[in-house]
């Protein structure tokens, strides 16, 4: 896991709740990612940022938020508009960002679901 | 390299066996691929990566080969140990896209 840090391991959204998932790294990277997992599939991309106080949508960016105030820190809020959260939110980061086909690395995930 | 569905391919090996996984991506201008490993209720880990400029990279029981000809990536993991059961991911960066494209992953099995 390298440095990257994820918390909660688990957690548990109630019907029209906001949460906040949150994402740590120490590795001085510039870019961060966040990726959505559900069963026996690949990961699809929800956002990315590859500096501070910007960022862009990936391919299901619908019914989530970002913000990245610090370098180390990139927070997704999943809010009452996603209709089926449940999944393994995993976070990453790479040192350039992808247009230089840099590495991600991962964090452990978030497991969340829905009460 | 596309989630194309819920069945993930699964490959069993005995332990001590070679085994090889297969990726075929979709995009010719990708230029970076990427192998992960998955294990259960964990993040992915890099194993190794491959740029478009080569064919093959050797790591630690690892190999990597890429052929451009049919867009077809491989993983060969020699000696297979338990420890190498796992989700096995191949990703692709495609240039000028701006993010990585995730295969569905194969299930390895290694049995003793």
């Known amino acids: 896991d390298g440095g990257i840090t994820q918390s909660p391991k688990y957690l548990f959204r109630k019907e029209g709740q906001n949460v906040t998932l949150s994402c740590e790294q120490n590795?001085?990277?510039?870019?961060m990612y966040w990726y959505r997992q559900d069963p026996g599939q690949g990961l699809r991309l929800i956002y990315y940022?590859?500096?501070?106080?910007?960022?862009q949508k990936g391919d299901i960016a619908e019914g989530y938020s970002v913000s990245r105030e610090k370098k180390e820190s990139f927070p997704l809020t999943v809010t009452s508009a996603q209709k089926n959260p449940t999944a393994f939110y995993l976070c990453a980061s790479s040192s350039y960002g992808l247009a230089g086909g840099e590495t991600q690395y991962f964090g452990p995930g978030t497991r969340l679901l829905v009460l | 390299g596309e989630s194309v569905g819920l069945h993930l391919p699964t490959l069993s090996v005995q332990e001590g066996d070679n085994s090889i996984i297969n990726c075929a991506y979709s995009n010719s201008a990708s230029d970076y691929f990427i192998w992960y490993k998955q294990e259960s209720g964990k993040g992915p880990q890099f194993i190794i990566d491959i740029r478009s400029n080569m064919d093959k990279r050797q790591g630690q029981r690892v190999t990597v080969l890429l052929n451009k000809t049919v867009k077809h990536l491989s993983l060969q993991i020699a000696a297979t140990q338990p420890g190498d059961s796992a989700v096995y991911f191949c990703?692709?960066?495609?240039?000028?896209?701006?993010?990585?494209?995730f295969g569905q992953g194969t299930r390895l099995t290694i049995n003793p």
């Open positions: 940022s590859q500096i501070v106080n910007d960022f």
């Open positions: 590795l001085n990277h510039d870019a």
């Open positions: 990703a692709e960066n495609i240039e000028g896209a701006q993010k990585l494209v």
